[in-house]
């Protein structure tokens, strides 16, 4: 759908398969996947080949990860009939971009990324002044460039990885340009349209070019999207040709910073595989609710009779999450007079995890039965995306000059 003044949008984003899938992602990252699914064109991968930066000595975990986290995806509902799921490994494209790309940037861009050195420093007990590693936001911006994705969703610690990808672009856009034909080949798209067709879009592209008439150019956005047969670059130089802006080759994506609550850990810091504070996914009830009854409280409630204070809390932080104002006030009310215990406030609690699981559980278990119906799933993703990525790989190739006849 063109939605107003804005070309059509297209989504794409990654996880690395290097462990199971927590509360922290459900709430961090899937629950936007599962909005963005119906709004946009999605593209959710799995991102293999970065898992190996920094797992390249135990590839197994990525290997036991890979099944294990499509089934998390689709037992949170993550829905291959609304978006494409695939595995960035069996799209070679992305590594033939990635070469690409790398002639082109220049080494300062890659060494200044902050989460480069970070990283390095942070998870000192791997060697990860590797070659690979220092290309990590480089494949990153080839996964993105060759989806000619518009909008990445992405957390804070991603969005300098997405401005990186966006120099590149830049960077590609100004050495290789447009089509050096672009005009004739986007007269001749035009003409494909049929006659009518490639009348009205003239008429609109001239109203608004010469009159700035937005309406005009939402039109032809519909126009063009309701074209079943051109090609995807035949359409891309339409809407380059339509609205003047968008010639380049490769788009700038735009980061999609999404107002997702931080999922709380057990104990009180953020839920993260590296604290050992987190809830599986598939984690079992019994499991769940031991976890939960044994979390830290408020250290000031000694007794049962002792008053506490919620924000000193980390079951509190579950609260906010998961409970609604008056069960919020109760806890408020309750804690701070001794009016309740622990046990009683973290009840409401483990309900509401297991309330939140139990689908996802059972839905998992029936994808856990039948392993290849998600392969089959896996291939026809993976088979739709290298459509558009030979599609845009190919446009490369051919601006620079690669393509030898
Ligand atoms: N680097 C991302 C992460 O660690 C994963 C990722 C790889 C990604 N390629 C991507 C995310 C492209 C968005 C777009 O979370
Ligand atoms: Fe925490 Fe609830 Fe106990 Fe208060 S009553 S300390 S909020 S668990």
Redesign the pocket.
């Known amino acids: 759908m063109a939605s107003v003044n804005t070309r059509p949008s297209r989504v794409?984003?990654?996880?690395?398969p290097t462990g199971r899938l927590h509360l922290g992602h459900y709430h961090g990252v899937l629950k936007n996947w599962l909005r963005l699914q119906d709004e946009y064109e999605c593209f959710f991968f799995i991102?293999d080949w970065?898992a190996l930066t920094t797992h390249y000595e135990t590839p197994w975990v990525v290997g036991d990860n890979v099944w294990e986290m499509v089934i998390d995806w689709l037992a949170c509902g993550v829905n291959p009939k609304l978006a494409r799921l695939f595995i960035q490994s069996r799209v070679p494209e992305h590594a033939e971009l990635h070469l690409l790309l790398s002639m082109i940037t220049p080494l300062g861009w890659l060494e200044r990324v902050p989460s480069f050195r970070d990283q390095q420093e942070q998870l000192h007990d791997r060697d990860l002044a590797t070659y690979g590693f220092l290309g990590y936001p480089l494949l990153?911006a080839a996964?993105?460039l060759i989806y000619k994705a518009t909008e990445?969703p992405?957390g804070e610690d991603?969005v300098a990885?997405l401005e990186l990808t966006r120099e590149v672009a830049r960077r590609f856009n100004h050495l290789y340009g447009r089509e050096p034909d672009f005009e004739e080949k986007a007269q001749e798209a035009a003409r494909k349209m049929g006659k009518k067709n490639a009348r009205l879009y003239h008429q609109l592209r001239q109203r608004y070019q010469q009159e700035g008439d937005r309406e005009a150019l939402e039109v032809a956005y519909a126009l063009l999207e309701g074209q079943p047969n051109i090609t995807v670059a035949d359409r891309e130089r339409l809407y380059g040709y339509l609205d003047g802006s968008s010639r380049e080759l490769l788009p700038e994506p735009e980061v999609l910073l999404t107002p997702t609550a931080k999922m709380p850990g057990l104990d009180g810091r953020k839920m993260s595989k590296s604290y050992g504070n987190t809830i599986g996914l598939r984690e079992p009830a019994d499991e769940v609710a031991r976890k939960l009854r044994t979390m830290p409280t408020d250290p000031a409630r000694v007794r049962r009779t002792d008053p506490g204070t919620p924000e000193k809390c980390p079951v509190w932080d579950f609260h906010k999450v998961y409970s609604d104002e008056s069960t919020q006030q109760w806890v408020q009310q309750g804690c701070t007079t001794a009016g309740i215990g622990c046990l009683e406030c973290k009840r409401c609690i483990i309900d509401a995890v297991e309330a939140e699981l139990a689908p996802i559980r059972e839905r998992a278990q029936e994808y856990e039965a039948d392993p290849e119906q998600v392969r089959a799933l896996i291939v026809d993703g993976c088979e739709q995306a290298r459509e558009e990525a030979r599609e845009t790989l190919s446009e490369v190739r051919s601006a620079m000059g690669l393509e030898y006849r």
């Not at 794409?12 to 690395?16: A, C, E, I, N, V």
């Open positions: 794409l984003s990654g996880m690395r991102a970065h990153q996964d993105v990445v992405v991603q990885h």
